[in-house]
């Protein structure tokens, strides 16, 4: 079973940047595409980013691209994201969450099977 641990959120005024990154435990790690969503209060979790297992295929929610970059070390067993630009919109909870099965990218909550506690995104205006 793996285990997925989200570190770098924190509070940033507007126009500043994050680094969030995401450890996985247990084996595999390669083999499966990884994705960040958010949650906003009072809001349903929603698709940010996903990365293919090789990290040669990135996808974004619209109002991201641009500003968020998705990356991996297979290596260390790490997704990361960066987040430049950031707004008050941005202002949610941060999950990182593996797919469910190693084929293709999703990105609906339903495709992911694993998912880190979250770490807090708070942007100031």
């Known amino acids: 079973q793996v285990q997925l641990v989200e570190s770098g959120g924190g509070l940033v005024q507007a126009g500043g940047s994050l680094r969030l990154s995401c450890a996985a435990s247990?084996?595999?790690?390669?083999?499966?595409?990884m994705g960040w969503f958010r949650q906003a209060p009072g809001k349903e979790r929603e698709f940010v980013a996903a990365i293919s297992w090789s990290g040669g295929n990135t996808y974004y929610k619209d109002s991201v691209k641009g500003r968020f970059t998705i990356s991996r070390d297979n290596a260390k067993n790490t997704v990361y994201l960066q987040m430049d630009s950031l707004k008050p919109e941005d202002t949610a909870v941060y999950y990182c969450?593996?797919?469910?099965?190693?084929?293709?990218?999703?990105?609906?909550?339903?495709?992911?099977?694993?998912w880190g506690q979250g770490t807090q995104v708070t942007v100031s205006s």
């Open positions: 969450a593996r797919k469910m099965y190693p084929l293709g990218v999703g990105n609906v909550p339903a495709d992911f099977g694993s």
């Open positions: 247990g084996r595999a790690f390669s083999s499966y595409s």
